[in-house]
């Protein structure tokens, strides 16, 4: 699933108090392409590893081998609560590792190899298991559980020294977006291949025996290739990216996790960020879920291969309308800031999630292609700016603090977003249980019950969107004041 974004001010020159909006980078501010590739090929282990399971649990375990929703939630609200823990050792971890190859580095091979690995492992169920079997001796329930819950700090290994990594690779406020942006097409592009996942299970091998696909081989091999890219992503980062700020990070000292925790949320700025996060990621999640079901169900009849394939093209759609808010979201935070692109991208979003009502009908498969084509065009434009803001975040933290505690503020990000996106992940299970839904019925569910899945998902969205851009008018950090505090940083302890 997954996987922050905000408008992008103009860049100033290291020594100017008060550049204007035009003022040219300095060369040395400038990364490399290579850099800028490395680096943002390293953002489809985010998607494969956060994002691939959640995206296709619902399909492998409750469609397929018709796993109760509820146990479901269970396991992937645990799993995801483990994550966020996990996630908050391996930032303060990171924060506070020296070595000949830095800070994150070290952490980004063997995490990527480890994760990569595992993948696949996370899919070995049997067919054979009952499904329907009490919880306790549940064996299917036991195995998601499990793999599931192991695969947490695995993955978290990776997640917090890489998201802690793209904080600290330039000090350029328009460099910092520009970084974002190549990530966020990448992770696009890695979309794809995750949305496509259940019509290549569907479709790579069909038993002679049953005339019926081989659902969980297909899903295996899928995972595996995926596992292989993740691997390759690592190697990448650790060969091509290097660590700007470490020669500074290695002089302070090493911090006590509860300080640093506390020091993390005396940060303003840092929490009006948390709480856009929280409004727009947690609530989109609960319903991304019900999207899926709302295609199968009301949309599809039922016909889970007709969906399956739909998805396929949706995903390419997604990617191709998000690839060009890449664009038009870094051209508004260029001309007009940060914030103000982040209120483009929200009010797009909630114009996009709304108009789902009208446009998932049935029978009109394409209607659902061009909906999440607009959603994706939203998406990526919060996923591009937020993560550029919370790297402007850890400057006025370390002008306040004298210490560059990335991996702090990325870990208490990631915990604030899993922990509450766990509970939506989990929490669209238990609504599918609660408004009736039955796994068992297939395209007969009750008019009921669509209903209200239809409801959640065009209207949750649209109230935490207006949430969200409530809270980015009280956001401080703009372009001048991200100037003044670069002067400050650089008379302090020189340039990077």
Not at 82 to 89: C, E, Y
Not at 372 to 397: H, I, K, R
């Amino acid at each position: 699933m997954p996987h922050d974004s905000a408008p992008t001010p103009p860049n100033t020159a290291p020594h100017a108090a008060s550049p204007s909006p035009a003022a040219a980078k300095s060369e040395d501010d400038r990364l490399p392409v290579s850099t800028k590739a490395a680096y943002a090929f390293g953002g489809v282990n985010d998607i494969f590893g956060h994002w691939w399971y959640a995206n296709i649990a619902g399909n492998v375990f409750n469609m397929h081998l018709h796993l109760a929703p509820t146990l479901i939630a269970v396991v992937l609200t645990v799993s995801r609560i483990v994550d966020a823990f996990t996630d908050m050792f391996f930032g303060w971890v990171s924060d506070n590792t020296r070595s000949r190859w830095g800070r994150r580095r070290p952490w980004i091979l063997g995490g990527s190899i480890a994760a990569g690995l595992a993948l696949p492992c996370l899919f070995f169920a049997s067919e054979s298991w009952d499904a329907s079997a009490p919880w306790m001796s549940n064996r299917l329930f036991w195995f998601m559980l499990i793999s599931a819950v192991l695969y947490a700090p695995i993955i978290s290994a990776y997640t917090m020294p890489y998201n802690s990594l793209g904080a600290e690779l330039t000090p350029n406020y328009h460099e910092r977006t520009n970084v974002m942006a190549w990530k966020a097409i990448v992770q696009k592009i890695s979309g794809i291949p995750m949305m496509s996942v259940w019509w290549f299970a569907q479709t790579f091998h069909i038993d002679p025996a049953t005339g019926k696909p081989d659902v969980l081989l297909g899903v295996q091999v899928a995972s595996a290739a995926a596992g292989l890219v993740m691997i390759l992503a690592g190697v990448a980062n650790f060969r091509f990216v290097r660590e700007r700020y470490y020669a500074t990070a290695a002089r302070q000292e090493r911090t006590r996790f509860l300080d640093s925790l506390k020091t993390t949320f005396r940060s303003r700025p840092f929490l009006i960020l948390l709480g856009i996060l929280a409004a727009y990621a947690i609530p989109t999640m609960l319903v991304t879920n019900l999207g899926g079901y709302v295609s199968a169900y009301y949309v599809f009849g039922g016909d889970q291969a007709r969906m399956g394939q739909y998805q396929s093209f949706s995903a390419v759609a997604y990617f191709v309308l998000g690839t060009a808010g890449v664009f038009v979201t870094s051209w508004v935070s260029r001309r007009f800031g940060k914030r103000l692109a982040l209120t483009f991208t929200l009010v797009t979003g909630i114009l996009a999630f709304g108009s789902s009502w009208w446009m998932y009908a049935p029978g009109h498969g394409w209607m659902v292609v061009l909906n999440t084509a607009f959603t994706g065009f939203a998406a990526t434009g919060f996923w591009v700016v937020l993560p550029s803001m919370s790297a402007d975040v850890v400057d006025d933290d370390e002008l306040n603090t004298g210490k560059r505690r990335e991996g702090a503020f990325s870990s208490v990000f990631s915990w604030i977003s899993k922990v509450g996106m766990s509970l939506a992940v989990g929490g669209s299970f238990i609504l599918l249980d609660l408004v009736g839904f039955d796994a068992t019925r297939e395209g007969n569910q009750s008019p009921e019950a669509i209903l209200w899945i239809r409801l959640l998902f065009a209207g949750i969205p649209v109230v935490a969107m207006a949430t969200a851009l409530a809270l980015l008018t009280r956001y401080p950090l703009n372009q001048k004041r991200m100037a003044a505090i670069r002067t400050a940083l650089e008379q302090r302890r020189g340039t990077v």
